[in-house]
């Protein structure tokens, strides 16, 4: 059967918008409605599919904005959702001129949408999307053949000659539900487009791939599309894997500038990724490391902030040097200050009256045992202060001695944490003025220390799974990195009091935190000092990462090199290097055992997984990070 010819869209056509919401929290992040009610104008009538339904807040915000709300069981992708609402509506589907299809994986609008309504409304095709994606040979999924050139579904606008045919109603019928990633883009994102080709059915595209320079520009030149127009930009950018990424010079950053220029609130895409995306991924992705000046240009002192200093203070010789560092602060402050005993007290005070400070108020508490160190008597030493809710921001900073290391380890570990938190009066400011830039930041802390320490590849060290258990008791369900977690390393920070709030409500006690010989890894103590970022992204405040100008040419050029020397015996991209190396797996000491099961993993993964179920797990070296 001939497909009837395409033509415009009258400007008394009714149109059908269907929005996927895909959540495993039930919830609605801000980004959702904001893009809803910039398409209300341009529907008749608005369907959110919700997999697994939705809180009764998160159904509240959604009033108003659309028109029904249908729940689904829980998929993994959108193509369910829409499936889900063709069944749901049945033959009313046909009541409509145009039916749009789209998926809660894109932000917006970046730029308006009436002009490319306007543009498409008048371009006679049977089916649209906003972006597409070029041929590729070979197929990157499958690394043979051809991927054809394709819509991409995100956004997929079909008309009433195709919704009324059979080959709309057979492709839904015959779609399954892929279990992973590969082949959805195989069977769905290419086999839509193709399968209404084939019953002849025509197609366009809003921003052609063809007059881009990539294959996939939404994800390769999001930045060009938005110059040129383009109201939607994926989470790709911001959630994919780093290493490919960085293979194909995507910057997160550079984009999320551009939308922001174009007027977009970059606070609502940065609270749905700090929710959704483990945070070590999205400070590389979103390249949120801050290089901050030491001469003020930041601080908007017409609007200061109330401050908190907690300092835990063991070393008491080290007071002088805190109370330097607190009042490098751009406003006066109120400082806490948590020590384990009435004698340690007493010469902490001595030495706080005989020098000047820019402290408003002094409080020395003797908490109720050192179990925990910094740990315990923050979260719960410091729990009613905190929780009081008189203070814009507080600063974590305590008597920072690592002697287990030596002396010039432990100097640099010093160092590093307190001249990237506060290094000048002018970078303070600086930092402050972070917070006051953007109401979603919850927390900022200097990068992984990797100078003197053997923190890289291992940062979890054995605290993964305990953090797992964690988590969960604290209702923190932000997806965790893979080798190494975004945390502050040595527990210094400044931080909003509210993005710690799953931290500092639950009831810790002393006793949680074993005795002195348990602040190891493991330990109670460590796990929390790799809690705040994901217990901050929970509550949908993103983290940021912040150095001094002195120190990043120490880290840059560490970094540069001995990434140059990893890199050197492993050939590719980087990114081909560590999909070959992971795969190689551990490699030991380089034994005969390590390397001939290094050769089974790469070449017979079958036989290596059976060889191993039968052989001693092979003994690891202890850790020699932190």
């Not at 939404?218 to 127009?229: H, P, Q, T, V, Y």
């Not at 203070?391 to 920072?400: E, G, M, T």
């Not at 797992?468 to 502050?488: E, F, K, Q, T």
């Not at 109670?524 to 120190?551: C, K, Q, S, W």
Request: charged share 25%.
């Amino acid at each position: 059967m001939t497909a009837p010819s395409p033509a415009p869209l009258e400007d008394s056509a009714r149109r059908l918008i269907v929005y996927a919401i895909s959540d495993r929290r039930r919830e609605v992040d801000d980004y959702i409605p904001h893009a809803l009610r910039a398409l209300r104008p341009y529907a008749d009538r608005i369907l959110a599919v919700v997999d697994g339904g939705l809180t009764p807040q998160s159904s509240a915000s959604l009033e108003g904005v659309v028109d029904e709300i249908l729940e689904t069981e829980r998929t993994p992708f959108h193509l369910k959702a829409y499936q889900a609402a063709i069944r749901h509506l049945g033959t009313r589907i046909e009541g409509y001129d145009e039916v749009l299809l789209a998926a809660d994986t894109w932000y917006g609008p970046i730029r308006p949408f009436g002009p490319v309504f306007e543009r498409m409304n008048a371009t006679a095709v049977h089916f649209w999307a906003m972006t597409d994606r070029a041929a590729e040979v070979p197929n990157p999924f499958t690394h043979e053949g051809e991927l054809a050139q394709h819509l991409q579904p995100h956004w997929f606008a079909a008309r009433s000659p195709l919704i009324s045919s059979a080959a709309w109603r057979a492709y839904w019928d015959a779609l399954e539900v892929p279990d992973d990633f590969a082949p959805t883009a195989l069977l769905h994102d290419s086999e839509l487009t193709l399968a209404f080709r084939r019953a002849g059915f025509t197609d366009a595209t809003a921003f052609p791939a063809e007059e881009y320079p990539t294959a996939d520009p939404s994800l390769e030149n999001a930045d060009l599309l938005l110059d040129d127009g383009c109201p939607l930009l994926r989470r790709r950018p911001f959630a994919d894997w780093p290493p490919f990424l960085d293979r194909h010079a995507i910057i997160g950053r550079w984009t999320m500038e551009t939308a922001r220029r174009h007027g977009y609130p970059a606070g609502l895409l940065l609270q749905n990724l700090a929710r959704n995306v483990p945070p070590k991924v999205l400070n590389t992705d979103a390249s949120l490391l801050e290089v901050l000046p030491d001469v003020e240009t930041m601080y908007d002192r017409s609007a200061p902030l109330s401050l908190l200093v907690v300092a835990h203070i063991f070393y008491e010789e080290m007071t002088e040097e805190i109370l330097q560092r607190a009042d490098m602060l751009p406003e006066r402050y109120d400082l806490v200050i948590t020590t384990p005993n009435e004698a340690k007290a007493r010469r902490i005070r001595e030495r706080i009256e005989a020098v000047a400070h820019s402290a408003l108020s002094v409080d020395i508490r003797v908490v109720d045992s050192n179990e925990g160190r910094d740990q315990s008597a923050f979260l719960i030493g410091c729990r009613d202060i905190l929780l009081a809710g008189d203070h814009d921001l507080v600063v974590k900073i305590h008597s920072k001695r690592t002697v287990q290391d030596g002396l010039n380890v432990g100097e640099h570990f010093r160092i590093h944490q307190f001249t990237n938190l506060l290094h000048t009066p002018g970078y303070a400011a600086n930092l402050v003025a972070l917070f006051q830039r953007e109401e979603g930041l919850g927390l900022v802390f200097p990068p992984m220390i990797h100078i003197g320490a053997a923190a890289m590849g291992r940062g979890w060290a054995t605290n993964k799974d305990g953090f797992a258990i964690v988590a969960g008791a604290l209702g923190v369900r932000v997806p965790l990195d893979d080798v190494s977690p975004l945390a502050p390393f040595g527990s210094m920070f400044v931080a909003r009091p509210a993005a710690l709030r799953l931290m500092l409500e639950h009831s810790w006690a002393y006793a949680d935190f074993g005795g002195a010989h348990e602040y190891r890894d493991g330990s109670l103590a460590h796990i929390l000092e790799r809690m705040p970022a994901y217990a901050a992204g929970e509550l949908g405040f993103h983290a940021r990462t912040v150095i001094n100008h002195d120190y990043m040419s120490l880290s840059h050029t560490a970094l540069d090199f001995k990434l140059d020397q990893i890199s050197a015996t492993t050939i590719g991209y980087t990114n081909e290097q560590i999909e070959f190396l992971r795969r190689a797996g551990f490699m030991g000491d380089g034994q005969f055992r390590d390397l001939a099961m290094m050769y089974l993993r790469l070449n017979h993964p079958r036989l290596e997984s059976r060889i191993r179920k039968i052989l001693p797990a092979p003994r690891r070296r202890k850790s020699q990070g932190r």
